[in-house]
């Protein structure tokens, strides 16, 4: 796990869209209460670099059970979110926008869970390429709190992704 930022998050618009929800639909396949990135906000395919957005409301299906009276962001979920901005790039930019291919979850590796995701706010997760082969990739995941427009230098969770190429 990097000991740094991914990318300096003062220097990216967080409310600029990059990949509106239609664009992500194109290359995930993930539907319904598994749709979980709103946006992207940065893309820089030369250096695997991207940065999503995910709306935490208290109105999610989640909210009600997970914690009761206490509403936490489920960490499981912010992996998955941050495994589909991955699937995202290694989709269109590393098979070259196949979207015939099923990218899976392959695994997790260095997961911390460092500060509580409650609603209302957005979690600002950033994912950075380590390797990409011909059916599988690493990215390295951070996620960060965003708060009355108010980004935390603190971490929500970090983690190593894995995918693989599923037909």
Known sequence: MANEPIIDLSTIDLTQV????????????QRGT????DS???????????????????????APDHVPDR?????????????QIASYDYSKHRLCGDVNRFV???????????????PPCNLII??????AGS??????????????????DKRAFEATVLGVLIG
């Open 104 to 118: 899976g979850f392959g695994g997790v590796d260095d997961c911390r869970f460092r500060g509580i995701v409650a």
């Open 18 to 29: 990059v990949a509106d929800r239609a664009e992500l639909d194109s290359y995930l396949q």
């Open 71 to 83: 509403p936490m962001f489920p960490g499981a979920l912010m992996i998955e979110t941050a495994a």
């Open 40 to 62: 992207l906000c940065h893309v820089d395919e030369e250096a695997g670099i991207l940065v999503g957005v995910k709306s935490i409301r208290e109105d999610d299906w989640w």
């Open 135 to 152: 059916r599988m990739f690493r990215y390295e995941t951070q996620g960060f709190i965003q708060q009355d427009g108010e980004v935390s």
């Open 126 to 131: 950033t994912v950075k390429l380590v390797r």
């Open 34 to 37: 598994f749709t979980m990135v």
